[in-house]
């Protein structure tokens, strides 16, 4: 077999289902809101910064922010475009992300509730397109392919390098099979078959979401991050929370690497 036969979106979607990603629904990702504002969203966050200093601003003057959150980069970014546009399925992220634009006093940040996979129409076409920390989606090919369509001149995406979500200690000590997501490879080739060739830098970052203060919390992100736990999972997570746990030293993975994958925007029709 060589590359040109395999179909990447094909195998992306059948590699997303042995790593155990269920598809979350937007009920998920309310309740993270509140919590994702203070710890993924802070403008002085390394990821993003990195993320701002990755984007060539040359000529642009409006921003897309596809799976916004509580508004990391189009709050982050607002002050150098004339309008940015932060667009998610979560009602509360996008509450959240309301809020925090009237806070830091921008008026010129649009918001509109849409999912990857609802029709785009009235999604204004802006300069800049952006999708940070949000493309774990069902259908990756659908989604570069919009992403790309509703840019004029530049697409910029962050995958995950190669990481579980969760520690894989934590993954072993329950039981289960370590599967790792490098979906930024995904990204590229997927992009590649689609006449598109993108180009491909890192960041490094913590894990923004996971929380392991006290035992509760630490099942509810490890539990969150894997779809759910057995009576028997759960029991040896608890076991190895006691025998690991340090008091003020994390336990969740601490380190996340994100690939930035980012191309020129392309004709394609
Ligand atoms: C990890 S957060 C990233 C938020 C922000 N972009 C950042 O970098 O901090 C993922 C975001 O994608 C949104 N999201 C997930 N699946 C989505 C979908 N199918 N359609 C629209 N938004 C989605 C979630 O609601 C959440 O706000």
Known sequence: MIIEDVDFAAMYQAHLKKANRSHKTSDHWDKRAEEMAVSCANPNDPYIRDFLAMMDLTGADTLLDMGCGPGSICLAAADRFEQVYGVDYSAQMLTVCRRRAVQLGLGNVNLLQRAWEDDWQDIPVCDIAVASRSTLVG??????????????????????????????????????????????????????????????????????????????????????????????????????????????????AGDRSWAMVYWDKVDLD
């Open 139 to 252: 259908d990756l090919h659908a989604a570069m392919y919009k992403l790309n369509q509703h840019a004029r001149l530049r697409v910029y995406t962050t995958h995950t390098v190669s990481p579980t979500f969760i520690d894989p200690r934590i993954i072993r000590a329950i039981g289960r099979e370590v599967v790792t997501l490098p979906n930024y490879l995904y990204a590229v080739t997927v992009l590649e078959q689609m006449g598109i060739h993108p180009k491909v830098d890192y960041i490094t970052s913590l894990n923004c979401q996971g929380r392991d203060n006290s035992y509760e919390d630490f099942e509810h992100s490890v539990s969150w991050s894997l779809g759910g736990l057995s009576e028997a999972e759960t029991m040896a997570l608890r076991q190895f929370y006691d025998s690991h746990k340090q008091p003020g030293k994390p336990l969740l």
